[in-house]
């Protein structure tokens, strides 16, 4: 009397540990992979190797940063595209909210709304990111990539990088 029968056992352990894997990769943190090269050279260096696909940058996305929005200049973010949301992306949040930005190679100056950033992505010549469709919405960002977690010889942390000559808050 008692006993639960193995297969049972497995079918509670499977769902329970589907539901913690769904819980943490839902509130806290997921590990995402990294398609193209507009982050390059931080995420996925322009370099081929002969794994294809398992050479490309797997990375910690922590979202603890979406309470309250709290993000910094530097931050590298995935987010939903303003134009299609079930894209992903992945930038570098380049100014924050209040910020004046200059933008590059242009002698044009643009404020960035409240509940919005500015992203762009670190290969400026291969990335679709604000200088494409303007301000983002804070409220499209998925998470903060702190990490690259594959392949094994990129481990580490992802630095984050501020262009001070290009942004400024009055």
Same mark, same amino acid.
């Given at each position: 009397? #008692?006993?639960?029968?193995?297969?049972?056992?497995?079918?509670? @352990?499977?769902?329970?540990?589907?539901?913690?894997?769904? @819980?943490?990769?839902?509130?806290?943190?997921? +590990?995402? !992979?990294?398609?193209?090269?507009?982050?390059? $050279?931080?995420?996925?260096?322009?370099? =081929?190797?002969?794994?294809?696909?398992? #050479?490309?940058?797997?990375?910690?996305?922590? *979202?603890?940063?979406?309470? *309250?929005?709290?993000?910094?200049?530097?931050?590298?973010?995935?987010?939903?595209?303003?134009?299609?949301?079930? =894209?992903?992306?992945?930038?570098?949040?380049?100014?924050? $909210?209040?910020?004046?930005?200059?933008?590059?190679?242009?002698?044009?100056?643009?404020? +960035?709304?409240?509940?919005?950033?500015?992203? =762009?992505?670190?290969?400026?010549?291969?990335?679709?990111?604000?200088?494409?469709?303007?301000?983002?919405?804070? #409220?499209?960002?998925?998470?903060?990539? @702190? !990490?690259?977690?594959? $392949?094994?010889?990129?481990?580490?942390?992802?630095?984050?990088?501020?262009?001070?000559?290009?942004?400024?808050?009055?």
């Amino acid at each position: 009397m #008692g006993s639960t029968s193995p297969f049972w056992n497995a079918v509670k @352990t499977s769902f329970t540990a589907g539901l913690i894997s769904l @819980t943490v990769s839902d509130r806290y943190a997921s +590990i995402s !992979h990294i398609d193209g090269h507009s982050m390059s $050279p931080t995420l996925n260096p322009l370099h =081929e190797t002969f794994l294809g696909p398992l #050479g490309e940058d797997y990375v910690l996305v922590e *979202k603890f940063c979406l309470d *309250k929005y709290k993000f910094s200049r530097g931050d590298v973010i995935v987010f939903s595209s303003p134009r299609n949301h079930k =894209e992903r992306l992945v930038k570098r949040i380049v100014a924050l $909210p209040g910020d004046w930005l200059r933008l590059s190679h242009q002698h044009d100056t643009v404020k +960035i709304p409240e509940g919005h950033c500015w992203v =762009e992505g670190d290969n400026s010549a291969s990335s679709l990111d604000s200088r494409s469709f303007g301000p983002v919405p804070l #409220g499209l960002a998925r998470g903060r990539v @702190t !990490h690259i977690v594959w $392949p094994p010889h990129r481990m580490g942390k992802v630095e984050q990088i501020v262009p001070r000559d290009r942004v400024s808050s009055f």
